[in-house]
């Protein structure tokens, strides 16, 4: 069984001394775990001291976004070359409060998937449908469009390493969470389309995301199609955080 990838996405909390603070923490709650491998990401400002503060631990960096370009005239943007450098290794892209909130689409969630791998980094590409979507049956459209454009151009050694994070977007932030068969399921038909997209390669880490807290992250994971969570709210406190890694680890 592959160790479960546990990620805390921290959004727009927390200062550079509070991420230094939590990683040293978080560090030590978690050194003896080896099965499970555990993934923190901190707002742009923090990312270099929260890898340094990491660093020679088994607590990875993360960045929430990127922007495709490596240098330029681009106000108010990071390069995947600039996190690399900063020492994170994954990145965030995505994520549905960038799709809802800054105009992310498929067309540019592409672009910086694409960008990651260019910079070193492993993207963690979020889909999801909306409640409207659900509620129209169409989940599996949006997820084959988003997949479809969002992956495009990607080999099939690429789609094998990057990360998949399913969350829905009904789920995200409300406190309702898919319940564990009907995350597995989706997760189930989210596989199926990577293996046809890459002709049998299954090697895609696929994260369930939506209100996934201490209470009911064990039956989530309990379900075989789940790889790990991608975790919000219940992240930015390190002992409670440190908890869910342990139950995912057991
Ligand atoms: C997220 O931000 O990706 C997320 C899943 O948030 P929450 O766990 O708070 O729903």
Same mark, same amino acid.
């Given at each position: 069984m592959r160790a479960p990838f546990i990620a805390g996405n921290w959004k727009m909390y927390k200062t550079v001394a509070d991420a230094v603070k939590y990683v040293k923490e978080l560090r030590g709650l978690v050194k003896?775990?080896?099965a499970v491998e555990v993934v923190v990401a901190p707002t742009f400002t923090a990312l270099f001291a929260a890898a340094e503060a990491a660093r020679n631990s088994n607590v990875g960096i993360a960045a929430q976004d990127l922007y495709w370009?490596?240098?330029?005239?681009?106000?108010g943007e990071v390069s995947g070359q600039m996190i690399r450098e900063a020492g994170a290794t994954y990145a965030i892209v995505g994520h549905s409060e960038r799709r809802t909130?800054?105009? *992310?689409?498929d067309a540019s969630v592409n672009r910086k998937v694409v960008a990651a791998f260019a910079a070193g980094l492993c993207p963690i590409a979020c889909i999801g449908e909306t409640l409207d979507q659900r509620e129209r049956k169409e989940t599996f459209d949006v997820l084959d469009r988003q997949m479809k454009q969002g992956l495009d151009g990607l080999s099939a050694e690429q789609i094998g390493q990057l990360v998949i994070a399913y969350e829905p977007v009904w789920a995200i932030g409300t406190g309702r969470n898919a319940t564990p068969e009907d995350a597995a399921r989706v997760h189930a038909e989210i596989r199926a389309w990577l293996r046809r997209r890459t002709e049998g390669q299954g090697a895609t880490r696929i994260l369930y995301g939506g209100s996934v807290n201490l209470k009911n992250a064990a039956a989530l994971l309990?379900?075989? *199609?789940?790889?790990g969570v991608l975790v919000g709210g219940?992240?930015?406190e390190p002992a409670g955080w440190a908890e869910l890694v342990r139950t995912a680890a057991a």
């Open positions: 003896d775990l080896d370009e490596r240098e330029g005239a681009f106000t909130l800054f105009g *992310e689409t309990a379900e075989r *199609e789940l790889d219940a992240s930015l």
